[in-house]
Each structure stands twice: as structure tokens, then as C-alpha cells.
């Protein structure tokens, strides 16, 4: 984003995992764009050891929340099932 938005961004969504590149791009919005940054998550069955602490580590990085929503019904009918249909193989 150019730096001609800054002050103009109020809020961004962030897709987030937790993981390096996320956990720093969220002070990195705030201080380049002076804007709230909100995290977000799919949990698309990937275990709760995975979201466990994920709300946390993204308020510590500096994110005013994180919103969690459960796509796994989703995930299995829109992507796995389809996947097994095809015959496909991991790897």
C-alpha cells in the first residue's frame, strides 16, 4: 500500500496464523498506516493445539482483536470431499 494512505486506513483485516510473517506485518500495518489491525483465522479443523494462545500472541503483536471462525464444515464439503472424488493423493 502506498504511504499516501496513511491516516486514511482506520482499519485492516489481516489474515492471520500466528506465525512469523504475520505476527510482525501487525505492527509493522500500525506503525506505517496508523490503522487498527484485526486478525483473522479459519479453523478448518487443523486442532486446537494450533489455536491454543493464537489470541494472545496477536494482541502482544499489537492486533485490537482476533475474530476465530469454524470453516470446517466448509473446508470437507467444498474442498476435501471434492479432493477424494478426483481420486486425488497427497503428495
Do not use: H
Amino acid at each position: 500500500m502506498p504511504v499516501r494512505l496513511r491516516g486514511k486506513l482506520k482499519k485492516v483485516v489481516l489474515a492471520y496464523s500466528g506465525g512469523l510473517d504475520t505476527s510482525v506485518i501487525v505492527p509493522w500495518f500500525k506503525e506505517n498506516y496508523g490503522c487498527e489491525v484485526v486478525c483473522y483465522t479459519a479453523d478448518v479443523g487443523q486442532g486446537i493445539e494450533e489455536l491454543d494462545g493464537l489470541e494472545q500472541k496477536a494482541k502482544a503483536s499489537g492486533a485490537s482483536q482476533l475474530v476465530v471462525k469454524d470453516l470446517t464444515e466448509e473446508f470437507a464439503k467444498d474442498y476435501i470431499f471434492p479432493c477424494l472424488r478426483a481420486g486425488a493423493i497427497y503428495e
